[in-house]
T-cell receptor, first 114, second 113 residues
């Protein structure tokens, strides 16, 4: 158990809908990352937050947004969903923002868009 | 995003064999190269990592070989076991900058008894 908690574990929704994925980082970790995993693209970095502030942005679509709250949990909002958004979404956390710190992944949220 | 190219996509070896997974990177400024291991239904977990000031790092049965001039690094698993069956991801980043880990696309390893 990495200590990173993600909910929900599975989610099925229709095209055009909006969903929110939630992440609680490991106790004491200030940095939260979101990754998207698909069979053909591997692990794609979406966005990083550090202590409530956006720190780095990757291949995140404009239809997606995220935030980190004062209690350090984070949410990833996915809107106007398309079939191609079906993927496994991982949250990860690390103690601070330095790239060399070990990042700990949650078990992911499976999103299926039908 | 800077790319990390990983091969092969999948690999099947017999128990006791030495699977080798290769990665190549583009950004010569990268200076931290971890490998992550992912079991089905779980998130990736750090397995072993190397900095470019050494050419090899060994932890138990897992060894990273690093070739700075070729911009390549590889993972070797000695005496592989069925329990090593998992997906392995290489990654790279720049420690001094705020560069999130860039992952390869993964290698699905199956170790058969």
């Amino acid at each position: 158990d990495s200590g990173v908690t993600q909910t929900p574990k599975h989610l099925i929704t229709a095209t055009g809908q909006r969903v929110t994925l939630r992440c609680s980082p490991r106790s004491g970790d200030l940095s939260v990352y979101w990754y998207q995993q698909s069979l053909d693209q591997g692990l794609q970095f979406l966005i990083q937050y550090y202590n409530g502030e956006e720190r780095a942005k990757g291949n995140i679509l404009e239809r997606f947004s995220a935030q980190q709250f004062p209690d350090l949990h984070s949410e990833l909002n996915l809107s106007s969903l398309e079939l191609g958004d079906s993927a496994l979404y991982f949250c990860a956390s690390s103690v601070d923002q330095d790239s060399g710190n070990t990042i700990y992944f949650g078990e992911g949220s499976w999103l299926t868009v039908v | 995003q800077q790319q990390v190219k990983q091969s092969p996509q999948s690999l099947i070896v017999q128990k006791g064999g030495i699977p080798i997974i290769n990665c190549a990177y583009e950004n010569t400024a990268f200076d931290y190269f971890p490998w992550y291991q992912q079991f089905p239904g779980k998130g990736p977990a750090l397995l072993i990592a190397i900095r470019p000031d050494v050419s090899e790092k060994k932890e138990g049965r897992f060894t990273i070989s690093f070739n700075k001039s070729a911009k390549q690094f590889s993972l070797h698993i000695m005496d592989s076991q069925p329990g090593d069956s998992a997906t392995y991801f290489c990654a790279a980043t720049l420690l001094s900058g705020n560069t999130p880990l860039v992952f390869g696309k993964g290698t699905r390893l199956s170790v058969i008894a």
